[in-house]
């Protein structure tokens, strides 16, 4: 969790955003449907020892889709960011990052890149914590303004206006 800091000075580095709540709900989700179905597998009589590992293979498939879904998260050092999304992690520097993005509405913070792209962000997502989510896109924005190009251009699109 990143360290409370006034709006308008970046927290301490290096600082980690995740969407914790969704994690241990995601986390909770996944280690009980494992445990059912291997409990399952083990107290049925009639299915012969292939059959129940295959029972805990599928268990083990059922953990894991979940445990993919909460590994986004946003690292911030002195260096840039790393972004790990579901399946991809990217690296930037700071000053490839020209504005954070998190509108009313939004699955997740947008990165606008120097390159003229747009990167989602899945660590920063306002889903069952909408506050957290707005405040750790709030620090992040900070960041990139003090350690990347500067302040957004006029007419950019901030966090705060969520």
Do not use: C, Y
């Amino acid at each position: 969790m990143p360290a409370s800091a006034p709006a308008d000075r970046p927290p301490a580095l290096p600082v980690t955003f995740r969407p914790t709540r969704t994690r241990v709900v995601l986390l909770t989700v996944g280690a009980a449907m494992f445990t059912v179905v291997t409990v399952i597998a083990l107290l049925l009589d009639r299915l012969s020892p292939p059959e129940k590992i295959s029972f805990v293979f599928t268990a083990l498939l059922f953990f894991g889709v979940p445990a993919l879904l909460s590994r986004p998260k946003v690292v911030a050092d002195d260096d840039g960011v790393t972004v790990v999304n579901l399946t991809r992690t990217r690296r930037l520097a700071w000053a490839e990052i020209l504005r954070v993005n998190l509108r009313a509405g939004d699955p997740w913070v947008f990165l606008d890149l120097s390159d003229g792209t747009s990167l989602p962000v899945l660590g920063i997502q306002p889903g069952i914590a909408k506050a957290r989510a707005i405040e750790d896109a709030r620090a992040l924005r900070v960041l990139v303004e003090t350690l990347g190009t500067g302040p957004e251009e006029p007419g950019g699109t901030r966090p705060d206006e969520h």
